[in-house]
């Protein structure tokens, strides 16, 4: 069975903390990816990972970094929190490859952060 | 505009009932589509690819209109079980990392 997991399900913390949000997937995905989603607005694309060490801005990467060491893994940082960054955090992975690509992301079950 | 768009619902329907929604993108070079369901509280999961030519899966059929540059899904029969958030996404290269969400239909089931 596919499994994402991510780190925290549930946290909290103060503004101008660093937030670390892991991200680790059992499939031997090349693509990773950090969503955040909120009311109204969706998921929108903070980063995502396409090989180890590689990264590429979202749509709304300020004020996030990522890190991806390793395959399974692509963590989240935030190096300042901001009240503005409360959200549910979610991860996923797809694999790629023209002719097995089916479009399926994979997510874990998210991440909600409150920010005080 | 939005890239992709969805009626926010909620659309509160009775068991029994037949139930359409639409999405419609902005990107004429869109390469792929497909729906995802998302539960309350719960992670989004893949419930169906868009093929060109329509496609079907039990209850559930799915199409596109490139003319038009919408997608649908059809939900027959409607099940307590089938309340949920719907998402389409789309795709912009066959690579799968340019993909878009629509802001989700939510659907509620009635006894």
Redesign the interface.
Known sequence: DVKVTQSSRYLVKRTGEKVFLECVQDMDHE?M?W?RQDP??????IY?S?DVKMK?KGDIPEGYSVSREKKERFSLILESASTNQTSMY?CAS?S?G?YS?????F????SRLTVL | RKEVEQD?GPFNVPEGATVAFNCTYSNSASQ?F?W?RQDCR?????LM?VYSSGNEDGRFTAQLNRASQYISLLIRDSKLSDSATY?C?V?LN????M?T????TRLMVKP
């Not at chain 1, 109204?40 to 694309?45: D, E, F, I």
């Not at chain 1, 997510?107 to 998210?110: A, P, R």
């Open positions: 693509n990816f969503y109204g607005l969706g998921l929108r694309l995502f396409y590429e979610l797809r790629t023209v690509d089916t479009g399926e992301l997510f874990g079950e998210g | 926010p792929s497909f995802y719960k992670e989004p999961k893949l690819s998402l996404v795709t066959n690579a799968g990392n993909l969400f629509g802001g989700g």
